[in-house]
Nanobody, 125 residues
Framework: QVQLVESGGGLVQPGGSLRLSCAAS????????MGWYRQAPGEQRELVAL?????????????NYADSGKGRFTISRDNAKNTVFLQMNSLKPEDTAVYYC?????????????WGQGTQVTVSS
């Protein structure tokens, strides 16, 4: 059974920072992509950032960011621990949302998508 455990959300003032973490465990197979999405009340879930595998080490790979987070958010991975991080700086009230971790993997030749339970990020003074 695969589990994604997220942590790091909370309440922060505008201009502040938060670091989200998501650790994947279980028979997850070969991880291809680890990423973050978010969903604000009344809105659809949207992409925040993706990290695509570039090899077996922590180096390499590629990253993609939604325009809303470019220059403020940084996604990184610890491949050895199947963990993805999202460093969020200069947070704005419009960043308020539930943030979800997503993992795409292949096991026995089949693609699987996994989602975390979500962690609330609230940016408010």
């Amino acid at each position: 059974q695969v589990q994604l455990v997220e942590s790091g959300g909370g309440l922060v003032q505008p201009g502040g920072s938060l670091r989200l973490s998501c650790a994947a465990s279980g028979s997850i197979g070969t991880i291809i992509v680890m990423g973050w999405y978010r969903q604000a009340p009344g809105e659809q879930r949207e992409l925040v950032a993706l990290h695509t595998s570039g090899g077996s080490t922590n180096s390499g790979g590629s990253t993609n960011y939604a325009d809303s987070g470019k220059g403020r958010f940084t996604i990184s991975r610890d491949n050895a621990k199947n963990t993805v991080f999202l460093q969020m700086n200069s947070l704005k009230p419009e960043d308020t949302a539930v943030y979800y971790c997503n993992v795409v993997s292949f096991i026995f030749g089949r693609r699987s998508d996994y989602w975390g339970q979500g962690t609330q990020v609230t940016v408010s003074s």
